[in-house]
């Protein structure tokens, strides 16, 4: 709908109401759909801002997912390699104790290498193999008993090779003992009683007390101190190889002291268990040494046979 101007209207009035009145409408709309475009961006722009945010927060939990699970498998890594490197140190702390177990093959002294124990080494070895700590004390357990057999030899070298006393006891034991047996003066306790000259006891085999009288005893001479000295070596070898010496001493009603007179009057020549010890000239002590029996042929054989078969044997462990 038009509108004519009026003949009393002036131009200009005319113009500013004409101008005034479409200048209003246009400037409305337009901020209406400038509000409207505003808001659509604010809304697309939060839109946008959400699903940036949401992406970045599943990435970083992807990625601390990621890292746990390498941290993880490095753990695992590092767990394996510290096993093998247990199980490696284990086998060659065993290799070195072979090493000092194979000199002492042969060695008359089963109980010197207590298989048994070197056994129970591998046994918890065996348990442990999945735990490093637990290995590594099973590695520290084998050192040690090595250092202790390797001492123990050493020290029999050192021992066979001196006579610290001086005596026909040291000298018989030592040559007999290869160093392993030691002999040991009781002057006051007299562990052996007060009418043995010499003992030993199952607690410590390689150890023969020997009584501080027979020093200067004027009824004994070297030569059956050293016979003597054969009788207790034998006590040395039945302790130290129990087995052996349970089966041969069936020939002896299970008598060990006559089994071990019976040792010396096999393996040492001209042993009696009777002496005559001169006094002078017109005289002698009648002295009886050993329990009274003397071995037969048969009994003499069995204890062939029983030293034949005794000593430190190489054997896999587990055998």
């Known amino acids: 709908m038009s509108s004519t101007p009026s003949p ?84 060659a702390a065993m290799a070195d104790l072979y090493a000092t177990i194979d000199p002492l093959i042969g060695l008359p002294y089963a109980s010197v290498v207590p298989w048994t124990e070197i056994d129970a080494f591998a046994g918890r070895a065996w348990q442990h193999r999945w735990t490093a700590g637990a290995l590594s004390r099973d590695v520290v357990d084998v050192e ?59 607690g410590a085999p390689f150890i023969v007390h020997v009584s501080g009288d027979t020093r200067d005893d004027p009824q004994l001479t070297d030569w059956i101190r050293t016979g003597v000295a054969y009788h207790e070596y034998a006590h040395v070898l039945q302790f130290t190889n129990p087995e052996e010496t349970a089966s041969a001493l069936t020939a002896f009603a299970g008598d060990m002291e006559t089994m071990a007179d019976c040792y010396a009057l096999t393996f040492l020549d001209g042993w009696s268990l009777e002496h005559e010890v001169p006094i002078d000239d017109l005289s002698y002590w009648e002295v009886s040494v050993g329990y009274g029996y003397t071995c037969d042929d048969a009994q003499r054989q069995v204890i062939r046979d029983w030293v034949g078969g005794l000593g430190v044997q190489r054997r896999p462990v587990g055998a």
């Not at 003992?177 to 052996?192: I, Q």
């Open 144 to 202: 040690a008993f090595t250092a202790l057999l390797a001492n123990r030899a050493a020290a029999a070298r050192g021992q066979a090779s001196t006579n610290a006393t001086g005596t026909p006891w040291e000298a018989t034991l030592d040559r007999l003992g290869g160093g392993w047996v030691s002999m040991a003066f009781d002057e006051t306790d007299r562990p052996c009683g007060l009418d043995a000259m010499a003992c030993v006891s199952e």
């Open 8 to 91: 009393g209207d002036s131009p200009s009035a005319t113009a500013e109401s004409v101008d005034h009145h479409a200048w209003r409408p246009r400037a409305r709309r337009s901020t209406l759909v400038l509000g409207a475009a505003l808001a659509v961006s604010v809304a697309v722009a939060g839109a946008g801002f959400f699903w940036f945010s949401s992406q970045l927060s599943e990435s970083r939990s992807r990625i601390t997912d990621q890292q746990e699970q390498i941290q993880q498998q490095q753990r695992q890594i590092d767990e394996q390699k510290g096993l093998i490197e247990r199980k490696e140190q284990f086998g």
